[in-house]
């Protein structure tokens, strides 16, 4: 509903239902990131302003850009809802590759593994392409706990 393309097509009417659809179903979030200090009127003006901000702004562009230009000192609950958008996944296969890591990982022997390595191992299982500098992560290791003898290879 926020995005420019949306945004720029819209009868008003259609408009007004639909930011007040998106105030109640986002309502109990925007008030605990803001501290309680929003409402639906000005959450209706802060989307008519943004409403404005988007005639400028080229449809082409895709989320992230749109994202960079929305101004949390102005739009704050705009930015709120974008950030909720772009961590949404687009579909559910990232989330059925992760459960298939985690059933690979998780065996019998690794049963008593605690939550943060077991986290760190099915990170590393998943993203396999990313390059690890071990140098890094010997440093990061030694400097983790107060030893006698210093870490030293």
């Known amino acids: 509903m926020l995005l420019p393309e949306n945004l720029k097509t819209i009868e008003e009417a259609d408009f007004k239902i639909c930011i007040s659809n998106l105030w109640e179903k986002y309502k109990s979030f925007l008030l605990e990131l803001n501290g309680g200090f929003a409402s639906e009127t000005s959450f209706i003006s802060e989307v008519e302003m943004w409403k404005l901000k988007c005639l400028t702004i080229n449809t082409d562009k895709n989320l992230i850009d749109i994202y960079k230009t929305c101004d949390k000192d102005i739009y704050s609950n705009c930015e709120l809802l974008f950030r ?65 003898l210093n870490f030293v290879l």
Do not use: Q
């Not at 943060?116 to 500098?133: V, Y």
């Open 84 to 148: 909720v958008l772009l961590c949404m996944p687009i579909s559910i296969a990232s989330a059925e590759r992760s459960f298939s890591a985690l059933r690979r990982l998780k065996t019998y022997l690794r049963n008593r593994m605690s939550e943060t390595r077991l986290l760190g191992l099915a990170l590393l299982h998943i993203h396999w392409d990313i390059e690890l500098d071990p140098e890094k992560i010997l440093d990061r290791f030694a400097a983790t706990y107060k030893r006698k």
